[in-house]
């Protein structure tokens, strides 16, 4: 599983709670290597509380004094940055950034996060083979450290899943056949009730068709409809019955 | 601006503060329109606390009774759905889901969550014309609101935003003949100083060819290179003026 590469990265965070919080973010999506290099409180209760059920990254995550040692063993390093800088480092946005990633031969990945205030240093940066950034709001760009690992995380998994990635309940429709004797049913019904001119029944057939077409219904529903027209058709030889 | 015609339905919200982190996660992506359906806190200081700097969407926010009411004005509704249901409701990933969303014409379009714990109702997934889920680790599916609500409003604005979403500083490399120039001149140095075989010079140029290439330097890259060069070639002949 290819998620299995991914090291995510968080360089001098202030705020242990964040430290949890990028842990059940990462955890959520299926990522389980969480490397810190000098946090400024860890481990610490505020981290375990904000982990929530994923504080088994916590206990594994990896403690070091600088990035180069966090991401020596990684074949590509990429560096989240919120500030889209005028120079020097290729930027890309988060779903671009993790394609490049995961398309790098073999070996671990790392995705770099710096301060919650400041950022990556340009000494930092300098690890870092692209900048990947998380387009946001220019007049509020205000993600958080965990919300921005939130989104890389989920774009990783995404990238990993492929198209498809939920399974929806495929409808059954039912065979055109049982529709072709529901519109049959359905025009000798509106004929019935005087609401479908005989003469001239083509144009609102064709509504009804493409309505029904487009609900492409299942057999059971194309039973309940039938159903309906056969009880309205009860109903009118009864009400002949009474004349 | 077609983020213009979200509107976000959060129901039943328990922890003030997830409306807060919703409105500040909305706010990060450009989304501006917040709708509550029977909150159980609002307004409050922890919505206030958490929202930092997006309580503007917190003082325009409306609140229903229902959720009927709540969407009335909609012409599409997608539920948000951490479930993955084995019946009845069309089932999108968030990608999928947004795309279906903006695709719809004219007029606001709702993405509604349910409350922390239970998620939507199947009462209020009637209203909804399908479920978006956002596929998360199957062993640890704990994408809390706000978390949820980011990442469905990131899509959002992927998806309003288009490929090309960051404008990466383009590399401009240089023309092509400048760089044969410095080849020619590698080749040169490489030669003098002995570390190329000057009869057999092919296998290693060309592996110097493709390494630059890959990085496709720009006329100052090139300038530089070439300096480098040219300070190797005097050292060379005074090294030679010294013999």
């Given at each position: 599983m290819s998620l299995e590469r991914i090291r995510v990265v968080l360089i001098e965070t202030s705020h242990p709670g964040n430290i949890g919080a990028a842990a059940r973010a990462m955890k959520t999506m299926g990522l389980g290597h969480l490397r810190l290099v000098r946090p400024r409180y860890f481990p610490h209760a505020d981290a375990t509380a904000m982990a929530s059920g994923a504080d088994d990254l916590l206990t594994r995550a990896e403690v070091y004094d600088s990035l180069p040692e966090a991401i020596g063993d990684c074949v590509a390093v990429a560096g989240a940055s919120a500030r889209l800088r005028t120079h020097h480092w290729p930027t890309y946005d988060a779903r671009d950034s993790v394609r490049r990633l995961l398309a790098v031969g073999d070996g671990p990945l790392a995705v770099v996060f710096g301060r919650e205030r400041t950022g990556l240093s340009n000494e930092e940066l300098d690890h870092c083979q692209w900048l990947l950034n998380v387009p946001a709001n220019p007049d509020y760009a205000s993600l958080n450290l965990a919300m921005a690992v939130q989104v890389v995380s989920y774009e990783l998994r995404m990238a990993t899943l492929g198209e498809g990635a939920v399974d929806s309940p495929q409808p059954e429709p039912a065979p055109a056949a049982e529709l072709e004797r529901f519109y049959a049913h359905l025009e000798t019904?509106?004929?019935?009730?005087?609401?479908?001119?005989?003469?001239?029944?083509r144009h609102l057939m064709r509504r009804m068709r493409l309505m029904f077409n487009r609900a492409t219904p299942d057999q059971n529903e194309v039973n309940i409809l039938r159903g309906l027209l056969t009880s309205v058709e009860r109903l009118q030889s009864s009400a002949d019955e009474d004349r």
């Open positions: 019904v509106m004929v019935a009730t005087g609401f479908l001119n005989p003469d001239n029944p």
